[in-house]
């Protein structure tokens, strides 16, 4: 078996308000950053997986984002898999 390091990017859909990115942009704003546009807030998780190839964490991956990462009726998800070289 194999280590692998995961990284999870998550995000609100397109369409769907973010209130932590709007106050984030009205902050820059109020700070002189007034070029500042469109900002969104997401989640990022780092996790290590125990497996057998990268398929398997993969499929690993997903579930989880499936039955408790990610929303998906409001949220998107896209991650990245690198074998841990120890």
């Given at each position: 078996?194999?280590?692998?390091?995961?990284?999870?990017?998550?995000?609100?859909?397109?369409?769907?308000l973010d209130p932590q990115g709007v106050a984030v942009e009205k902050a820059?704003?109020?700070?002189?950053?007034?070029?500042?546009?469109?900002?969104?807030?997401?989640?990022?998780?780092?996790?290590?997986?125990?497996?057998?190839?990268?398929?398997?964490?993969?499929?690993?991956?997903?579930?989880?984002?499936?039955?408790?990462?990610?929303?998906?009726?409001?949220?998107?998800?896209?991650?990245?898999?690198?074998?841990?070289?120890?």
């Amino acid at each position: 078996m194999a280590n692998y390091a995961v990284k999870v990017y998550i995000s609100y859909r397109k369409g769907v308000l973010d209130p932590q990115g709007v106050a984030v942009e009205k902050a820059a704003h109020s700070l002189g950053f007034e070029k500042v546009k469109n900002v969104r807030v997401g989640k990022y998780v780092t996790m290590e997986i125990e497996a057998d190839s990268m398929e398997e964490v993969k499929r690993e991956v997903e579930e989880m984002a499936a039955k408790f990462l990610v929303n998906p009726v409001i949220e998107e998800y896209t991650f990245e898999v690198e074998e841990v070289k120890e």
